[in-house]
């Protein structure tokens, strides 16, 4: 069976892509060096190859890096890749700065999309990219406890509860996380499975 180090320091999301990984029999491993990188502005794809190949180098396996963002087209795409720091805080804090700049967006113009792009890089060299994305729209007021980041404020389309209201099961089944990682397993376990 296949291991990959997971490059993410984020235990929601180590859970969420542990579960991926395991229906594909490969063993997820959370990293024990921290990773040392600096996230850039330019895109989702290069943040997730940095971060994937800082592990491969340090500890010559194979690492999955990923970087994911949420886009408000009402907001000109706002904030894509500094989706996680575009206010310092936490999650709910940055929730509330979200609906604080859309209080006067009409609910039709409230779509947003989460993006996620996901890298494997290959201890033997090289490297495979997966995207996925989930499309929906920003509620009025936060909704709901599980998951994490923007799910308390995200209505995926076909749905009417928020993230935070659907279980991890339910979340994973339409994530642009998901949708990332079976694209790049797609071509994944033609090398190693
Ligand atoms: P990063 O990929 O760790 O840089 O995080 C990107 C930002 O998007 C963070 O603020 C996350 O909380 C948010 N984000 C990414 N994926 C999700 C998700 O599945 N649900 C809610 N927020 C997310």
Do not use: C, W
Request: aromatic share 8%; charged share 30%; glycine share 12%.
């Amino acid at each position: 069976m296949g291991v990959i180090v997971v490059a993410t320091g984020n235990v929601a999301k180590f859970k969420e892509i542990k579960e991926i990984l395991t229906r594909h029999g490969i063993i997820a491993r959370m990293p024990d060096i921290k990773i040392d990188v600096r996230e850039g502005v330019v895109s989702y794809e290069e943040n997730a190859k940095i971060k994937a190949s800082y592990l491969t180098s340090r500890l010559g396996a194979d690492a999955l890096g990923e970087d994911s963002g949420i886009e408000v087209p009402a907001l000109g795409g706002f904030p894509v890749v500094i989706s996680a720091r575009f206010i310092e805080g936490s999650d709910r804090d940055r929730n509330a700065a979200l609906l604080e700049k859309m209080k006067h967006i009409k609910s039709e113009d409230r779509k947003a999309v989460f993006k996620a792009y996901v890298v494997i890089t290959l201890k033997d060299g090289g490297y495979l990219t997966g995207y996925g994305e989930l499309g929906g729209r920003i509620t009025m007021k936060p909704e709901g406890n599980n998951g994490f980041g923007y799910d308390p404020i995200f209505i995926p389309d076909g749905y009417d509860r928020s993230l935070a209201i659907l279980s991890g099961d339910e979340k994973n089944t339409i994530s642009h996380r998901r949708k990332a990682i079976e694209a790049v397993l797609g071509q994944y376990v033609k090398y190693r499975v």
